[in-house]
């Protein structure tokens, strides 16, 4: 299985900025489309973004315009770019690799954003 690690949590401000990258070696990568869930505490796993291998994007209603998805497939990495975050936004963020029959969640990065 593909080892998917993300990076880029951590604390910050309402307003403020964060970009969580999520490596995601090995050779399927560039078939797959890749996702970014998130997770509050007590709340189920919910879709925040994603970008198909053809790059189709969709964005969850609540993040449209603060928060960009994007892909490097040279580099096998997916990263989310998070402008703007409320607290509201307070998480676990987790990166998906999928294709048919095939699915690898990463360990998660702990956004928090507080004043």
């Known amino acids: 299985q593909v080892q998917l690690v993300e990076s880029g949590g951590g604390l910050v401000q309402p307003g403020g900025s964060l970009r969580l990258s999520c490596a995601a070696p090995?050779?399927?990568?560039?078939?797959?489309?890749l996702s970014w869930y998130h997770q509050a505490t007590g709340k189920q796993r919910e879709l925040v973004a994603s970008?198909?291998?053809?790059?189709?994007?969709t964005y969850a209603d609540s993040v449209k315009g603060r928060f960009t998805i994007s892909r490097d497939n040279a580099k096998k990495m997916v990263y989310l770019q998070m402008n703007s975050l409320k607290p509201e936004d307070t998480a676990v963020y987790y990166c998906?690799?999928?294709?048919?029959?095939?699915?690898?969640w990463g360990q998660g990065t702990q956004v928090t954003v507080s004043s």
């Open positions: 998906n690799l999928y294709s048919p029959g095939y699915s690898q």
């Open positions: 090995g050779s399927i990568f560039n078939i797959c489309d």
């Open positions: 970008i198909t291998r053809t790059s189709k994007l």
